[in-house]
């Protein structure tokens, strides 16, 4: 299979005031490929995430160093638009939080924000993107209705139709379905492995079953640090480290 | 044993507390039903729409209406852009510290002191100093000082309600700050802001204090409508201070509970309102 590196990471440590927090990340992120990230809780790999598109930058007394590449830009570059960074790297998240607003204005949210006024236009992109994340049909016909009206599966689906429609290239995923049942869990997983042949998906992860099922690579985090990162089948059949195997087998965590 | 002692204290709380909530309900009920008994007689259409006048030989209070209303518009104008303003900013823009929570408590404690002290300050400052006199600019001018800590402070509870993920969510889609704040922050904390606003309207409708010696007792109605505005810069009595005169200076009792009626309806008005308003605002309650 032909890979190509969407995100490289370089020596990417981050510290939240003295606490080191992540420490010295190297890694290469495959472009149409689910790369998920596995960890006891704490270990850094939702902190890792947020500086994929600098989320980060929102909270008190974080100092990163090291480089992060998107397509060869670091994004930490002082001439980096956050916005626009964050237009081409989406991020939906653990809670499904849609805006308390009608789900058509949920989705067409982020193609306002960068500017696209015309009705006809935010449309097309709301269906496309309502279809995008497979919940189209479920709700075509209360689109004028609050999107908090829906169950927590559906919200996160409207979360996902949310970041697809300002058309990203990469879709970050913090824990998306640790909040849902396991009939919701299995739609977002299918929808996973439909989003990888358009978008570059990274998703955090608690479950390791969920981690074998739905990604191409896997990184495992440890105390800030990346104990081993490959290809998934690699990574839970023949593990380098021993840490790995420890939690893979579930010794702790 | 045991149970039957529990039984007895049981129905002897429960007969204190319901006393309690008998004495409560039937004081209040008291004040209105005396306010209204005496009052009610005396308001009529000639009340309410004329000004007291020797010559023409009417007791009326539209002067004092329409001051009131003025006051009230002024200082809302500029008290509820700076109060929610403020409260974005304390909330949204400042780094939690030492300076934020010394904001913080100085509005804490302006929002505790007594109205009395800001006439007396308004009276000084921009009556004397500033020398705008007694006048509907002075006397809303010390409203405002007044009500801002009330406005700032409920703006503030209605942002802190409003979750992170909402935040998050309008950040992680590119939205900048004030955009998502416009777009977001502001319309989920609108029943709070609202509710705040008209509290502060009631404080308003409800002040004497620091209005008898900012805005004056003036109860004359501007004569043509171009006039309503240089109005501003004089004497203007609002309800609260008429009804002041009335029962003191003047010792008429009569008018005096009629503006005590007036005013209690209003203020029943105002507080039905803010329900109503802050449902309909209730962004999470959109169907």
Redesign the interface.
Known sequence: METKTKISVENLNLYYGENHALKDVNMDICANAITAFIGPSGCGKSTFLKTL?R?ND?V?NVRIDGRVCLDGDDIYDSGMD??????RV??V?Q?P??????IYDNIA??PR??GIKSKAKLDEIVEESLRGAAIFDEVKDRLK??A??LSGGQQQRI?IA??LA?QPEVILMDEPTSALDPISTSKIEELMEQLKKQYTVIVVTHNMQQAVRVSDYTAFFLVGEMVEFGKTKDIFSYPQDKRTEDYITGRFG | MISQKRKIADSLVYGLIYLCVALSVALLAGIILYVFVKGVSHVNWEFMTTVTSVLRGTVGIAGNIVNTLYIIVITMLIATPIGVGTAIYLNEYA??GKIVSLIEFATETLAGIPSIIFGLFGMMFFGQTLGLGYSILTGSLTLILMVLPLITRNTQEALKTV?D????????????KW?MIR??LL??AMPGIITGVILAIGRIVGESAALLFTAGSAKTLPKTLSMLFPKIFQSGGSLTIQLYLSATSEGDFDSAFAIALVLLVIVLLINMGTKWLAKRFD??R??
């Open positions: 598109n989320m929102l008190e956050t916005t626009l960074l964050r237009k989406g991020m998240f809670q939080n849609p805006f308390p607003m009608s949210y982020g924000v960068h209705k609050s908090l009206g979360c949310r970041a300002v | 780094k939690p979750p993920s909402y935040r998050n969510g309008a950040i992680g889609l590119g939205a900048g955009h777009t977001v319309p989920s962004v999470s959109i169907q």
